[in-house]
């Protein structure tokens, strides 16, 4: 469980500082404020621990509600975040604060507050920082930017139905995935119950989608690796007694390492303790059971590394492969 740790400064931005080790949130003034939306605005410094942060926003200082959690990978060099926030009330006072987290502790930013205009009026443009090049007022209801994925760094997750969860790498603990969120390389989502959309990163700025189901996975992708993205399966490996193998293949149990995919026309692939399933606009299964890696095509093609005898057999839609 996380502890809340103590606040030893607030500044003119709302500087929160907290022991052991929390990470560092600082509230800064919301930009582009329009009659309907508006983007606030942050540092956290994760303080070289993976970390996770959001934003609370209401009419009071009660808040009320949050803007999708986004998790940021170890550092010790202040993170420039935001968030926007749409469907505001013409002409009302906000509060907002910048909330930040890690295995060591929350810490909250200060409370600011910013005001929305009244119906019609456009929102108000952010002055430039030094070296920057000004952008233009946005349409008052403007959708919600969305931070692009980056090679080898971090993915996109959507939840699509039902409840998922994400674990950051080296984190304890996993948290609701409530939004749009960007996550880095290494964290494990769970979608046990739930489907989760995916979107990596391809060499020169393009992206790959995937939609993931019914398991628990860890996100792999090396910078250098072309976008190849690789989903792990994670979780308890089946518990088999000896000389049994047979009959629990069999029994119509389902094992505890499982994933269901499908991927449109991107470079992905599926890593159990047997084998290896590379894919291109496939969907398709794949289990750990206690006689093997078991690998279904339900649509396209996939390539099925065998780990033990580094044999490679391609499946085809209604085909399936058991790698001892």
């Known amino acids: 469980m996380l502890v809340l740790g103590v606040a030893l400064l607030v500044g003119a931005f709302g ?28 540092v956290v410094n994760p303080r070289d621990k993976v970390s996770a942060y959001t934003f609370e926003y209401g009419a009071t200082t009660a808040y009320g509600k949050f803007t999708p959690t986004v998790m ?37 930013g200060a409370d600011a507050a910013f005001t929305t205009a009244p119906d019609g009026v456009a929102p108000t443009a952010p002055s430039p920082a030094p070296g920057q090049t000004p952008t233009g007022p946005q349409p008052a209801d403007a959708p919600a930017p969305r ?23 080296g984190g304890a603990s996993p948290v609701p995935l409530e939004g749009a969120s960007s ?9 046990r119950k739930g489907v989760v959309d ?6 020169g700025g393009a992206t790959q989608g995937a939609t ?18 690789e989903l792990v ?16 293949a069999t029994s119509g149990r389902r094992p505890p390492r499982r994933l269901w995919a ?43 590394r065998e780990l033990r005898t580094g044999r490679t057999i391609v499946l085809r839609a209604g085909q399936s492969r058991l790698s001892r």
């Open 147 to 169: 931070t692009a994925p980056v090679l080898g760094k971090s993915v996109n997750v959507a939840p699509a139905r039902g409840t998922v969860t994400l674990r950051a790498p």
């Open 183 to 191: 996550i880095p390389v290494g964290a494990i989502v769970d979608t």
């Open 15 to 42: 500087v929160a500082v907290a022991f052991a080790r929390s990470p560092d949130a600082i509230t800064k003034p919301a930009t582009a404020v329009g009659s309907h939306t508006a983007v606030l605005q942050g």
């Open 72 to 108: 940021l990978a170890k550092g010790k060099n202040d993170v420039q975040v935001s968030a926007t926030v749409t469907g505001l009330q013409a002409g009302t006072t906000y509060h907002f604060r910048v909330v930040a987290s890690s295995n060591d502790g929350i810490t909250r």
């Open 233 to 248: 399966l994670r979780g308890p490996k089946p518990s088999c007694a000896k000389g049994k193998a047979r009959a629990a």
């Open 198 to 203: 995916l979107t990596t990163a391809l060499p």
């Open 262 to 304: 499908s991927d449109h026309h991107g470079r992905f692939r599926t890593r159990g303790s047997n084998a290896v399933a590379t894919v291109r606009g496939t969907s398709w299964f794949m289990s750990d059971r206690c006689d093997g890696t078991y690998t279904r095509v339900k649509r396209g093609t996939v390539a099925v």
């Open 212 to 229: 993931i189901h019914g398991g628990l996975f860890q996100v792999r992708q090396a910078a250098s690796g072309n976008g190849m993205t």
